[in-house]
């Protein structure tokens, strides 16, 4: 393993990261409500240890292979939050100890939302906007931007690209070439975010908050610059606007590009994750809409846009709390906690299992049934009229295998150190693993008083969850690090 390789193009990515801690800076200067000194301490932290681990090793350029690219991904996830907690660190505002300012790091990046700050009202606009940038690149994963462009990653840029993206068909590109589509990647996330912005501007929000929620909304992290959510604002117009870019960010990226070059409506209605996702969403709404308004007057006062945006917000693992799903009808919250576990499609910035894999277990499940009736026929499964390889099947089982691993490892860590009961803890490691940050039951304010193992066994979740579990818990493997 070429190990000079790894550190050079992790060095390169944190001075890439370096960067974006000038623009937090630059919103400091435009407002003058102080912050903007932390971020320029950051910038230069962060610029200093990238060049100690690129210059000695500039000249260490070999072409990276699949193991490599795996740690780089998972080296630089860890570095880049380690980093992103320099300005939790020196700001004197929220006054985090070092625990708790990895966990809003790590929590911002991996678009899972969680926080333990209050009185966000209060802040100054450069920390606000720093939350929404950090969730903003951790979205579309910085990795995919460094592929984008910087070229010196050479055909590596395949193996950081596969390791990268979510779903189980890694390899499928839009273009010929790896850079060529993370660039389309990207600019298809910066469109959708330009639009969110300007509809949310449109709509009655100030040009401050319509820019940041553009952010949590394309990203699906789902942090908000005001303490109630989207709530402050209690409008109609803004929820369904909202909603309706949540839906698009948890469609897979790629059929966007398609909808782009094709015709627009049949694109999208073709792809059978997208039937099931927009089907899973729908049943979700009129389940709980019902539910809602068959309950009796002490429910009648939640308003339908609000109904709508928080199963969406839910379902998607975006995080968003427009109503306090904890006094709805005590179905509810298990059922849409349930929901995340699905989350978004493939290639989408979502987070949970996501629709294909649970499609694809659907299908499975479906085609065992078919043999006890007819033990001798063949039945293969097939996704958009394509017969699928056996191989991609067993990568699910695989998958699905390690995250119930992971689950119920947290889970046990979780009551052990804690003593809790066990569903606070199944809400914690499921809000932390399928990157949805919406605290229930004994955490529905925030993660303030969980200790600090519950707080760094939630980071690990977090990474987990952002990174599709394989992508580090093929680091544990001996067979992975010998040669």
Known sequence: MHFRSIIRIVGMLMTLLSVFMLIPAIVALIYRDGGGAIFVRSFFASLILGCLLWLPNRQYRNELNTREGFLIVVLFWMVLGTIGAFPFIFDSHIKLDLTTAFFESFSGLTTTGATTIVGVDNLPKALLFYRQLLQWLGGMGI?????????LLGVGGMQLYRAEIPGPQKDTKMQP????????????YILLTVLCSLCLWLAGMNAFDAVSHSFSTISMGGISTHDNSLAYFDSPKINYIVTFFMILSGCNFGLHFI???GPLIKTYWRDQEFRVFIGILFFLIIICSLTIYLSGEKYQH????????????????????VTDINFWPPVLPVILLCASFIGGCAGSTGGGLKVVRMLLLFLQGNRELKRLIHPNAIYSLKLNNKVLPERIIESVW???SAYAFVFFASFFIIMAVNNIESMEAFYIVASSLNNLGIGLGGVNDSFTELSHVTKWVMVIDMLFGRLEIFTLLVLFMPAFWRS
Do not use: C, N
């Open 259 to 261: 909808a782009f070059r």
């Open 302 to 321: 939640i308003r339908f846009d609000k109904i709508v945006l928080q199963v969406v917000s839910t379902a998607t693992t975006t995080g968003f709390m």
């Open 398 to 400: 695989g998958f699905f």
């Open 143 to 151: 990795i995919v931007l460094a592929v984008a462009i910087l070229p």
């Open 177 to 188: 070439r790896i850079a060529q589509t993370a660039k389309m990647l990207w600019f298809i």
